[in-house]
């Protein structure tokens, strides 16, 4: 290999290395202006960002009032208000405190319905009625026998002027009993 080839590749390395490059050139002198300590400051400074992180804010709490107001269940509205109140608490929050807070409700209705459960469950069964008993109980009649009231009722009306057909009779005597 001859040296002048040697030379150009030395050259042409040591042109992309930044230690032969020129410095940069120092940055322009930005002009310093005295840190913000106030909110007063910051508005009097960014009137324009203030206003925008004010309206994001607002927006952030409104949509955090309303998904905690959606996530409410009938009976929890103080624990409701209070989430609502509090700052720190999330949508999120808030909803797994209405759940454990329902839950709670459900463990107490489950055990009283245990408790009546075991107290009731020594208590013996009311006895059938006695008219329903009776009702049952009645025996059957005989075609004869109703025959025989059939007429005896027949000629009851008779004395009394009202004249029955048979069939009146016993329909009238089976209705009865």
Excluded at 50 to 63: F, K, N, S, V, Y
Excluded at 75 to 82: F, I, K, P, R, S
Excluded at 91 to 108: F, N, S, T, V
């Amino acid at each position: 290999m001859n040296t002048s080839g040697l030379a150009a590749v030395h050259l042409a390395a040591a042109a992309t290395t930044t230690a032969l490059q020129d410095p940069p050139a120092p940055p322009q002198a930005q002009v310093q202006t005295a840190p913000a300590t106030t909110l007063a400051d910051l508005a009097a400074a960014y009137p324009d960002l203030c206003t925008q992180l004010r309206a994001e804010g607002a927006t952030a709490e409104r949509t955090r009032i309303l998904a905690i107001e959606a996530a409410s269940l009938p009976g929890h509205e103080a624990l409701v208000a209070e989430m609502k109140a509090d700052p720190a608490v999330s949508a999120d929050m808030a909803a797994g405190r209405l759940l454990a807070a329902e839950k709670q409700i459900r463990a107490g209705q489950l055990q009283a319905i245990k408790d009546v459960e075991g107290a009731t469950a020594k208590v013996a069964a009311a006895p059938a009625s006695t008219a329903t008993a009776k009702v049952e109980d009645a025996p059957k009649e005989t075609a004869h026998q109703l025959a025989a009231r059939a007429r005896a009722y027949q000629d009851e009306q008779a004395k009394l002027g009202v004249k029955l057909s048979v069939a009146q009779a016993v329909a009238h005597v089976e209705n009865n009993r």
